[in-house]
């Protein structure tokens, strides 16, 4: 089994910022991608960014210049740096790590961005 434990959401003032991380356990031979995804309230759950194990990254259009994905040493951890946070980035956001034909999830943190 692999586990994925996310940390580092809550609320934040418009043009705040806010640091995701999130740590990866278990039979996690061959990870390679990991990435973050959000789910808004009434919303489809969306891509926000994926770090290969080369430091291969990918953005949503919406955050391209305001967050940054990295994962030292290509380990298994995982950060997200979100920066200039809009009140539309208010979601619950989820690490995410494909092994193996299988997608493992963490359990989501809250990300508040409001006045």
């Known amino acids: 089994q692999v586990q994925l434990v996310e940390s580092g959401g809550g609320l934040v003032q418009p043009g705040g910022s806010l640091r995701l991380s999130c740590a990866a356990s278990?039979?996690?031979?061959?990870?390679?991608?990991m990435g973050w995804y959000r789910q808004a309230p009434g919303k489809q759950r969306e891509l926000v960014a994926t770090?290969?194990?080369?430091?291969?990254?990918r953005y949503v259009d919406s955050v391209k210049g305001r967050f940054t994905i990295f994962r030292p040493n290509a380990g298994n951890r995982v950060y997200l740096q979100m920066s200039s946070l809009k009140p539309e980035d208010t979601a619950v956001y989820y690490c995410?790590?494909?092994?193996?034909?299988?997608?493992?999830w963490g359990q989501g943190t809250q990300v508040t961005v409001s006045s």
């Open positions: 278990g039979r996690i031979f061959g990870l390679n991608v």
């Open positions: 995410n790590a494909p092994i193996d034909g299988s997608d493992y």
């Open positions: 770090i290969t194990v080369g430091g291969i990254t």
